[in-house]
């Protein structure tokens, strides 16, 4: 009975996604970008990388291709053999935003039906009740920030006043979210996740996607350091998810990195987490061997987005995706020859875009399995075609949303 991997690799856009409701973002290219970057020698690092973007795995799947699909133009990645070996494609996204919830769900075959809640660029940026109701609820003596901000600048900001004062810093960004940086030892783990759950509770009815707990350690300015207790409070999916089908019919399901989170725990199934990509490659490989015939494994890779695309550094976003293509023969030696195997993403950050924020993409489809020969996909009209062909692939009931490609 056949298996199904999908693996999102955080914000690995590849452009062409231009959208009259996020014109800031027309020409955004993560891939693209970072491959030109790297063939004109502004994106080498002593000691971390050289020379072009060199991807020999991703690339003879049909990345590049891919990224052709979705652009027009082929990016300078070396590796790429002579035709590519696998599936390829590119697809747009539907619902109305540019995050991880949104990308995630519609991968998933249920696209938001709803407009997300954000909150303005200005200083206060949330309203003046909410607040009121975090301090209150919360047991708070008062926040720190509210305001738009990059995580690890307003920690570096605001951490020393945070523990000197007990308030914790809460901010957010152009995505629908709101996050909580407090330190775990001076504030308290437990205690953070419980004021998330209070926030997340009074952030419902502005239909916010994530609350996100952002701990950190350290006991200055320069040694302050967000660990990997990271935890996402996210606003329920609709119903009828690929994970909710795959529970109905009774299939094995193992979740690696924050898709728990995204999907609320909701048909998770057994959850796996670690603190970065290379940790969660590795405790996500003994799940391959064990998943059950007919069984789903949904991962998300999310050091490409946290570390480096929202902190603009080409050279590191190049870096981690060549550390990770080099995982992959691994990866590949544990599969069955009825396996499928689909590399995508959820949305962009482009790490030469201006601004600290994601941005609104197209996301590449590479796949292999040993059952298929090498196919191009096109430029699919929904992410939700993922989700659906992994349905199809699966032999699961069809969804609402998305058109499969089998």
């Not at 009740?129 to 301090?135: E, M």
Request: aromatic letters at 8%; hydrophobic letters at 40%; a negative charge.
């Amino acid at each position: 009975m056949a298996r199904a991997f999908l693996f999102v690799l955080d914000s690995v856009g590849c452009g062409g996604a231009a959208d009259d409701a996020y014109p800031n973002d027309h020409g955004a290219d993560t891939i693209g970008h970072i491959a030109r970057n790297c063939a004109e020698g502004k994106a080498n690092r002593a000691g971390l990388r050289e020379g072009l973007l060199t991807l020999p795995y991703l690339a003879s799947f049909g990345l590049i291709e891919a990224c052709e699909i979705a652009t027009g133009r082929r990016p300078p990645i070396a590796g790429a053999g002579d035709q590519p070996r696998g599936l390829y494609g590119a697809a747009r996204e539907i619902s109305k935003g540019k995050d991880t919830v949104s990308g995630h769900w519609e991968i998933a075959g249920a696209p938001a039906d709803f407009n997300f809640g954000y909150f303005p660029d200005t200083k206060p940026c949330f309203p003046a009740s909410l607040t009121g109701s975090i301090v209150r609820e919360g047991q708070v003596p008062g926040i720190l920030g509210d305001c738009h901000a990059s995580g690890t600048a307003i920690i570096e900001s605001l951490g020393e006043e945070h523990i000197r004062t007990g308030k914790p810093i809460i901010y957010t960004s152009a995505d629908s979210v709101v996050q909580i940086a407090a330190h775990e030892t001076h504030f308290g783990l437990a205690r953070l996740y419980a004021l998330c759950d209070v926030v997340r509770r009074l952030v419902d009815p502005l239909k916010i996607g994530r609350v996100i707990a952002r701990p950190f350690v350290g006991e200055s300015a320069k040694t302050f350091t967000r660990t990997g207790n990271r935890k996402d409070f996210s606003i329920p999916p609709p119903q009828g998810t690929l994970l909710d089908r795959a529970a109905d019919a009774g299939r094995a399901i193992v979740t690696i990195g924050k898709i728990g989170d995204i999907f609320t725990h909701r048909h998770t199934g057994r959850e796996v987490k670690a603190n970065g990509n290379d940790a969660l490659f590795e405790a996500m490989l003994p799940e391959v061997d064990h998943l059950a015939e007919g069984g789903f494994l949904f991962a998300n890779f999310v050091d490409f987005d946290s570390e480096y695309g929202h902190r603009r550094d080409v050279a590191g976003y190049a870096a981690c995706l060549e550390a990770f293509d080099r995982r992959i023969p691994t990866l590949l030696s544990k599969l069955k020859d009825d396996d499928l195997l689909i590399f995508t993403a959820d949305h962009g950050n482009d790490p030469t875009w201006s601004g600290t924020d994601h941005t609104r993409e197209c996301v590449p489809i590479v796949g292999v399995s040993q059952r298929l020969a090498p196919r191009a996909l096109g430029l699919r009209s929904s992410f939700a075609d993922i989700g659906e062909s992994v349905a199809q692939w699966l032999g699961l009931p069809r969804g609402t949303a998305g058109q499969g490609w089998f």
